[in-house]
């Protein structure tokens, strides 16, 4: 069946370092991919979204890209701050029957 | 402001009880979720409906049952309530393809 893999946490850096979370799915057809953002004590918000190959999401400084050919849709942000500190969840979704399918999250924790 | 609600942020039952957890969105979505979130396990999908009165067994289902009754409001419930139940359940509502969470309930089974 579909499936989501990412990368372990967690993640440890400093502040106005490079980001990049690694993510990639199995899937039959042709999914919707997303990151979502779990800060301490709430639930998840959606961060970005990419419909279709060679899509690219962003939001807040945040972006991914859907790579088809690499069935990956890796996060990345060019300079994380303090605040970015969340766990970040990868998915997809079955065109057909709209389930939502998460990776294991990733823990990123930035120092100041 | 697109929202969706559970009824309760904590909870503390006895092994055995019957639990009911309700979550309402208030967006007219089609579908609805619940989750449960364990760490290093992810987010693993207990049960969906589709439309009122549908449901269908995500991957783990096995001794959680669901009701809808109404579009808005999706009920998870634990027929007897086991230890091995404690967890973060997480309730989401979509239209299409994105999906909005509510808060979340953290669940304790003592």
């Known amino acids: 069946g579909d499936s989501v893999t990412q990368m372990e946490g967690p993640v440890t850096l400093s502040e106005e370092a490079f980001l990049t979370i690694n993510c990639t799915y199995t899937a039959t057809g042709y999914p919707s991919l997303f990151w979502y953002v779990q800060y301490p004590g709430e639930g998840l918000q959606l961060l970005l979204k990419a419909t279709k190959a060679d899509d690219k999401g962003s939001n807040k400084g945040f972006e991914a890209t859907y790579r088809k050919e690499t069935t990956s849709f890796h996060l990345e942000k060019g300079s994380v701050q303090v605040s970015d500190s969340a766990v970040y969840f990868c998915?997809?979704?079955?065109?057909?029957?709209?389930?939502?399918?998460f990776g294991s999250g990733t823990r990123l924790l930035v120092r100041p | 402001d697109v929202k969706v609600t559970q009824s309760s942020r904590y909870l503390v039952k006895r092994t055995g009880e019957k639990v009911f957890l309700e979550c309402v969105q208030d967006m007219d979505h089609e579908n609805m979720f619940w989750y449960r979130q364990d760490p290093g396990l992810g987010l693993r999908l207990i049960y969906f409906?589709?439309?009122?009165?549908?449901?269908e067994k995500g991957d783990i289902p096995e001794g959680y049952s669901v009701s809808r009754e109404k579009k808005e409001r999706f009920s998870l419930i634990l027929e007897s309530a086991s230890t091995n139940q404690t967890s973060m359940y997480l309730c989401?509502?979509?239209?299409?393809?994105?999906?909005?969470f509510g808060q979340g309930t953290r669940l304790t089974v003592v």
């Open positions: 998915a997809l979704s079955d065109h057909s029957s709209y389930k939502l399918i």
């Open positions: 409906s589709y439309d009122v009165k549908m449901k």
């Open positions: 989401a509502s979509s239209l299409n393809t994105e999906a909005f």
